[in-house]
């Protein structure tokens, strides 16, 4: 009788902690969703620099470059389009410059998960978002209100 109310006692407590380690705090996720907010900001500056270089240059038009980008890798195709060597270089340009500006997001969003909301916990908060609709308004509100400073969006 008494290891049966040991097991018992032993399987609640495993569920108990359980439920308390998958639980989000406020705070867990106030800095999940700065961190966010913050990826969101350089990905935006991002976009807003490659459409800046695309809109001031003198060899491609956006509508053009926007053709061009999906079939650079592709010479048949760039041949077909009639991509001269002067809009292929301006596109594979513009590329090496986004794939340089993803890098440092990326390692921003590592070190932002890491070393500002703690990797355990950006995982736990990422994970509890896609299985709680309560949590997952909560967040959508919180990104919300810290989308109103930035850039573009007032």
């Not at 902690?17 to 406020?26: C, I, K, N």
């Not at 106030?30 to 490659?50: C, G, P, R």
């Not at 070190?111 to 355990?120: E, F, I, M, T």
């Amino acid at each position: 009788m008494k290891s049966i109310f040991l097991i018992s006692f032993l399987f609640l407590m495993s569920i108990v902690s359980f439920a308390q380690e998958a639980t989000v705090t406020q705070e867990e996720l106030t800095k999940y969703a700065t961190a966010m907010d913050s990826i969101n900001e350089m990905s935006a500056e991002v976009k807003e620099m490659i459409t800046e270089l695309v809109r001031d240059n003198k060899v491609v038009t956006a509508a053009r470059y926007n053709e061009i980008s999906k079939i650079i890798a592709d010479e048949t195709k760039l041949a077909e389009a009639k991509a001269t060597p002067e809009e292929v270089a301006f596109v594979k340009e513009l590329a090496v410059k986004r794939d340089s500006a993803t890098v440092q997001i990326n390692a921003a969003v590592q070190s932002l998960a890491k070393d500002y909301v703690g990797a355990s916990t950006f995982n736990k908060v990422r994970k509890a978002l896609s299985a709680d609709a309560e949590l997952k308004s909560k967040y959508d509100a919180l990104m919300a209100e810290l989308a109103k400073d930035n850039p573009g969006t007032k």
